[in-house]
């Protein structure tokens, strides 16, 4: 059994965001996740009583952030899955480096674009020094930017597709990009200025470039995609690694 959560969590729907605070609700959703599950996997998995889910499930069904269906190989038995996208969450405020973005701010006020670069770091860490994770939206929005990106990759095949977008990445990132082809594809990014001056935060901090990468495979290749970033100057790396699946 997990534990319960005690933290708010975000989630999109059609009707729009949807916060929920609820443990047992958080548990359930948490689950959902990975994968759709049985009742009785849920109740197995929350530890509480089925009347309990149930009042639960039907709570997150009024409010379509799950859906309900009949399991294809026993019609007595239902299935749930999430019907909606995990936003972000609550967290404790971390504050420290982002004071130090502030001063940066103000240091480099009379140049341009260093301004520029230091604002777009002050507002990405400015959410989670008021206590918000607002990774997994800036990931989607990645995803958005990368779909529309797209149509400028004139590659068909996965490995000329990786090899121009590391081009377009060494032509706006001011980094060094290597393809590298082993038992899985992935992109190595070294020699970023911008990720290197930022503080070792203990988790990555690249997930709008996460999402746009994702987002130009996806358009351009047709098929499912992930990039997952395993490696990155916020985890103490000397390097940030995408990991590519399709």
Do not use: W
């Not at 689950?31 to 530890?47: C, G, H, N």
């Not at 009024?62 to 190989?73: A, I």
């Not at 930017?145 to 095949?157: P, R, V």
């Not at 290197?196 to 996806?218: D, H, N, T």
């Amino acid at each position: 059994m997990a534990k319960p959560e005690t933290k708010t969590e975000f989630f999109y729907t059609e009707r729009g965001l949807i916060t929920i605070d609820s443990p047992v609700k958080l548990q359930i959703l948490n689950l959902l996740r990975k994968e759709p599950k049985s009742f009785d996997e849920i109740v197995k998995y929350t530890a509480k009583a089925k009347s309990t889910i149930s009042v639960h499930l039907n709570n997150l069904r009024s409010c379509e952030l799950v859906e309900e269906n009949s399991d294809p190989q026993d019609r007595r038995k239902k299935i749930y899955s999430l019907n909606s996208q995990y936003m972000g969450c609550s967290q404790e405020p971390v504050a420290g480096h982002y004071s130090n973005l502030l001063e940066t701010v103000a240091a480099n006020g009379n140049d341009r674009v260093h301004f520029m670069e230091t604002l777009f770091h002050v507002m990405q860490f400015g959410f989670e020094a008021y206590g918000l994770d607002n990774a997994p939206v800036v990931r989607m929005i990645g995803i958005d930017i990368g779909k529309h990106l797209a149509a400028n990759f004139g590659s068909s095949t996965p490995e000329d597709l990786f090899n121009e977008i590391a081009g377009f990445m060494e032509l706006h990132g001011d980094c060094r990009v290597s393809v590298l082809m082993e038992s899985s594809p992935a992109l190595q990014v070294e020699d970023d200025f911008k990720a290197r001056v930022m503080p070792a935060i203990g988790k990555p901090f690249c997930a709008l470039r996460e999402g746009i990468l994702e987002g130009i495979l996806k358009e351009k290749l047709g098929k499912e995609c992930g990039v997952l970033e395993t490696e990155c100057y916020g985890t103490g790396h000397t390097r940030c690694l995408f990991e590519i699946t399709i």
